[in-house]
Nanobody, 115 residues
């Protein structure tokens, strides 16, 4: 069982920045594929950014050039740096960990971009 705890969400003006953090339990964090997903009201959950165990990254087209995912294996932590935030980035952001035999989700953290 892997537990994921997100933090760093909040209210920010358009153009602002936030950094989300997700701390994972367990001793094998370095082999987890990690991702950030978001779900806006009335919409399906979508992948925002992901990072493999080897550090390869991928991004949704809507966030390329604005968001950066990174991981600190020594801290069992994955980050999502979000710059140039837009109102359409509003939603609940979820941390995701993928292992060969299971997938785990955090409880989510709210991000609201509004003037």
């Amino acid at each position: 069982q892997v537990q994921l705890v997100e933090s760093g969400g909040g209210l920010v003006h358009p153009g602002g920045s936030l950094r989300l953090s997700c701390v994972a339990s367990g001793s094998f964090f370095s082999i987890y594929a990690m991702g950030w997903y978001r779900q806006a009201p009335g919409k399906e959950r979508e992948l925002v950014a992901g990072t493999s165990s080897s550090g390869d990254t991928n991004y949704a087209d809507s966030v390329k050039g604005r968001f950066t995912i990174s991981r600190a294996n020594a801290k069992n932590t994955v980050y999502l740096q979000m710059n140039g935030l837009k109102p359409e980035d509003t939603g609940v952001y979820y941390c995701n960990a993928r292992l060969p035999a299971a997938t785990y989700w955090g409880q989510g953290t709210q991000v609201t971009v509004s003037s």
